[in-house]
């Protein structure tokens, strides 16, 4: 069985140690060399940006955001084997961990920590279709002639080189679709490298939940549950009809699904319509403590992801769902468009302001839409907020500091509440 070690990238025929090294970081399939689809998700992105950059953090249970009254935007993996999770309330990730370091957010360093990794990405395949700073697809069909060695090797070699170079792991999935390359990136985080071969497609899936399908939340699962679907073996008994009857559209993309089949192609020029993020509480909240720090840390990841596209959104929206599942969405136009956290946030909380009473709630989303080029954002004065325009001037000067100089220059004070 062909095989291959993910520490000297030395290729043999099956084995559980690399002959050539003795290491047991070897990725072994049928199939390994013959894949072209993948999908690489860095390990726990934001917190492994922070202790690669601070030692003193190493070995320790980090979590990116909270404070007192906040809540965890994201944490490292010691943390997460003591539960803590993203959008948790930062009292019940310290009862969890009352060891945790709390660190705050620096979305600029991670924006730019991201085109570094994208940088290595590019040099493998020019399709590549990215998802958010720390994960994106790529096709590398074609490529092995280029490269001299297959996709496998090279992306063997990618994730090598993102710990050596930029000090950062990452996972790999590879497959034969878009779908299965992204289940797979996360069967055996961090560092992992997972294979689902085409013979293996059906059997693989049968016994895995449905909650294993992208997009599938705790609602959907819900939905699916009250119709017994549960795993993919249940449904792969339904007809393509009755699924499309009971579920509508997405009945048919669960038909297809069930049975491992995924059409999309994998476009680095897929024109983006809007850029969003959103989290589901683990438990309704009516706390407008808490649900400002969501606001606050929604806008400074949709910032990011602006920032990294280069895009600014004409329009943003604050979206909602209540304790009893209705769905609030509540969006205004700006006079000019923007990429910055601070007009976002204030934005969305002014939206905020006109609902915040008609909770408690489930569901907490921030998105701008109506992209433009960064070169039209944030360029006039706001006459009803005279600080406006000091502000953005700020964060461009910060911004051509950081370029010049390195992230660390200069640090950005305001974080997750």
Request: contains cysteine.
């Amino acid at each position: 069985m062909p095989a291959l070690c993910r520490a000297c990238l030395h290729t043999f025929d099956d084995g559980t140690r690399c002959p050539e090294c003795r290491s047991p970081r070897v990725t072994s399939h049928p199939e390994l060399f013959n894949l072209t689809i993948a999908h690489m998700d860095c390990d726990a992105f934001y917190a492994s940006v922070e202790k690669r950059d601070n030692p003193e953090l190493e070995g320790k249970p980090v979590i990116i955001g909270g404070g007192k009254r906040g809540v965890v935007s994201t944490c490292c993996y010691i943390a997460r084997i003591k539960g803590v999770r993203s959008a948790m309330p930062s009292f019940q990730a310290l009862k969890l961990c009352p060891e945790a370091v709390f660190v705050k957010g620096r979305m600029e360093r991670y924006v730019e920590v991201s085109r570094q990794v994208r940088a290595l990405m590019d040099e493998l395949t020019p399709t590549v279709e990215p998802l958010s700073l720390d994960e994106a697809f790529m096709d590398l069909s074609g490529t092995a002639k280029l490269h001299g060695a297959p996709p496998a090797v090279m992306l063997a070699r990618l994730t090598k080189r993102m710990q050596e170079e930029i000090g950062i792991t990452g996972s790999i999935g590879l497959s034969h679709n878009k779908f299965l390359a992204k289940v797979a990136s996360d069967l055996d985080k961090p560092r992992g490298f997972s294979v689902i071969g085409k013979e293996e497609t059906t059997a693989f899936l049968r016994p895995k939940p449905v909650k294993l399908i992208w997009g599938i939340g705790p609602v959907a699962q819900q939905s699916l549950a009250a119709a017994g679907i549960r795993t993919f073996d249940d449904l792969l008994r339904w007809d393509r009809r009755d699924l499309h009857d009971r579920f509508g559209s997405m009945g048919e993309r669960l038909y297809a699904l069930a049975r491992g089949e995924d059409g999309r192609r994998i476009s680095a020029h897929t024109p983006v319509k809007g850029l969003s993020n959103e989290t589901t509480f683990h438990e309704d909240t009516n706390d407008p403590d808490i649900l400002d720090g969501h606001i606050w840390r929604m806008a400074e990841k949709v910032s990011g992801r602006a920032k990294a596209k280069a895009k600014a959104g004409r329009v943003v929206t604050l979206k909602l769902k209540r304790a009893n599942h209705k769905l609030l969405s509540k969006r205004l136009s700006l006079h000019q468009p923007t990429q910055l956290a601070d007009t976002i946030y204030r934005t969305a909380r002014g939206l905020f302001d006109q609902v915040g009473d008609q909770g408690p709630y489930r569901l907490l989303g921030v998105g701008i839409s109506d992209l433009v080029d960064a070169s039209d954002a944030d360029r006039e004065g706001d006459l009803l907020d005279p600080d406006a325009g000091k502000r953005a001037e700020a964060e461009r000067a910060a911004d051509a500091i950081r370029e010049r100089f390195g992230a660390d220059a200069i640090v950005k004070g305001r974080a997750l509440r």
